[in-house]
């Protein structure tokens, strides 16, 4: 609705990507805050109670600048005296409007999701203009991002889906939920032969560590997992300032395909990763709509290196999704959401995307 111009800003929440996806497939904006900036009363949360990877509100809209009004209005007295859970940060507007050049890390593959050709074109295309415009710009390898996404599978199945399973209870589960509660509750022998046959006959290792991550957790082991998860957080910010220059953002691929066909979703989830890593991280990060779909400069020709990608393969389709907007995202440090929303706003400015939005199907003559 918001990339038809029916609705001017949306607020939803964020615990794996439910606000920067959409926007990615859609051409539009979104922010993904810090936990805790942004107030969740009044919303039900999907897993209540699981708090090891924090689910956030985020903004929605058609431009950064409509974003930063939302926020300038919500991070007020107002709303911290309505609900102590927040931090009372107001929002910095000199930051949002800062103009000064950035440091910037960028990534084309997490290792996880091989990002199709449009997809990788579009972080490429943002770091020329970012250089161009004399903002520094350098190449990140972020740490052990399957151990991460691996993690982030571990705290939001430790229980076994039961909480989710309770939350729809009495409806009929959508596909890609049924999908997530059957396999969650696979038998481990099962699981186990299954990552053989990934590791071994595929030759896809990811898919094997993925295999095993999730699956309902004792609390010792859930308490394991979660000191690892501190770890991994102290391993990636290491890495985020081991270059010299501190990175202001750092850019990457929103997700790793275009908008894909209603009902392939559930086939898909793990390209989710690219979004995953940041709230695992409980990293402010904001998606940005940059370019579409060139059927000329997109098609994919090279073969897959695993089952993973393969099916990734099966969703994607040069000359079907012509002219899909592309997205790439922008991710910042903790609290530091205002620098996210600045590199948002100069990215907009440099790239100048200007998605048509959709026409209504014309009325059938009776």
Known sequence: ??????SVVGIGTDIGGSVRIPAHFSGTYALKPTSRRLSLKGFRPS???QDAVPGVAGVMANTVNDIILVLRELWTKQCWDADHDLIPLSLDTTECAN???LVVGYYLDDGVAAASPPCRRAVLETVEALRAAGHTVVEFKPPSMVDAIALYY???TADGSDTISEQLKGEIYEDYSST???TVNQPQWLKNIVAGIAKYLLKDPVAARLTLATGKRSIQDLWQVQYKKKAYRQEFFDAWQAHGNRFDVV???AHALPAVPHGSFKKISFACSYTMLYNLLDLPAGVV???????NNDQRNSKPKGVLEARLRQQYNADK???LPIGVQIAGLPMEDETVLRAMRQISDLMQFNHRPPTAPKAKSV
């Open 1 to 6: 609705m918001i990339a038809s111009r029916a």
């Open 47 to 49: 897993v209540p109670g």
């Open 99 to 101: 103009d000064g050049k």
């Open 154 to 156: 571990q705290l939001m």
């Open 180 to 182: 997530l509660i059957a």
């Open 251 to 253: 850019l990457s691929p």
């Open 289 to 295: 709509p940059v370019t579409a779909v060139d059927p």
């Open 321 to 323: 999704m012509a002219g």
